[in-house]
């Protein structure tokens, strides 16, 4: 990150997953406090979960001689439903559909299906809606600071991809659909950086302003956006809302702040939670010894 920024980035983009430190600990909360000094705009994505195994099942059916799968979300997935490169005949249906069919086949000795494929179904009412895999606030090292800040489209991602999925070296048509933060942290750090084009004046905090304030509440049924279980997702789900980058380019009104302006908060997490940071820039240290003076 150190290195990035000394590179004169504009916009650092980080998709990761792992536990919560406290922010003196954290290597990365320091290092994107390093970065919104420089008037660098920091995008980072906490995964809470992944493929979780689903693909590897499907190779578990093939190998027992299987000739298709049917994967049902457990409980906490609820109606998401994620598509896979996967290795044979699958689908992939929610929690309650699942129950139904675990009962069709308990119900009978000779069960039968057969899957089809009807196409890419476009402009679903329900759409956006939170999955159950993004990752829930408040931050876990200081709850008082909600998160997340925004959400994004991270689910069924058609992209590039490095290598064939179907393992074939004479093809250049190497694409993969992937759903996950990583996904929508591309999504989100992009529109930054077109923001940053439009307003090269705009600091870091006024470009996640721009973000938040015109993000989209409702979905294309003009209802409040629903998460996994198709339950109206709370801000601890959904944040401000979902992105919406053709209004956040003239969004009417900036909330601006400075990066000595976190310091206050800083010190609070320090004397609050008995923390350690080293504060990186001379004026920054000067602030942070008068606030621990006063406090």
Request: hydrophobic share 40%; with cysteine; aromatic share 6%.
């Amino acid at each position: 990150m150190d290195t990035a920024v000394e590179e004169g980035v504009d916009v650092l983009s980080l998709s990761l997953g792992g536990g919560s430190e406290p922010f003196g600990a954290d290597g990365i909360a320091v290092g994107a406090f390093g970065a919104i000094q420089n008037a660098i705009f920091f995008c980072l994505l906490c995964d809470r979960g992944g493929l979780v195994g689903r693909v590897e099942e499907g190779q578990v059916v093939k190998d027992a001689g299987g000739i298709g799968m049917i994967l049902a979300n457990e409980e906490l997935d609820g109606y998401g439903t994620i598509a896979d490169a996967h290795v044979l005949p699958a689908s992939h249906v929610s929690y309650s559909d699942g129950v139904s069919i675990k009962s069709y086949i308990n119900s009978t000795s000779s069960p039968t299906t057969m899957l089809y494929f009807e196409g890419t179904i476009i402009g679903v009412k329900t759409a956006p809606v939170v999955s159950s895999f993004s990752s829930r606030g408040p931050s876990l090292a200081s709850p008082a600071i909600l998160k997340p800040d925004i959400i994004g489209p991270g689910v069924c991602i058609l992209a590039a991809w490095p290598v064939s999925v179907e393992n074939e070296t004479n093809t250049k048509a190497t694409f993969n659909v992937i759903s996950g933060t990583s996904m929508s942290c591309p999504h989100l750090s992009g529109i930054a950086a077109l923001l940053k084009s439009a307003h090269p004046d705009w600091s870091p905090a006024a470009i996640k302003s721009a973000n938040m304030t015109t993000a989209d509440l409702v979905n294309l049924d003009g209802k409040p956006i629903v998460d996994e279980r198709l339950l109206p997702a709370d801000i601890l789900a959904a944040g401000a809302g979902h992105v919406n980058p053709s209004r956040a380019s003239d969004p009417g009104l900036v909330y601006d702040i400075q990066p000595d302006d976190y310091i206050p908060c800083v010190v609070w997490v320090i004397l609050t939670e008995t923390l350690h940071i080293s504060c990186s820039a001379r004026s920054s240290a000067q602030k942070c010894k008068a606030y621990l003076k006063h406090s």
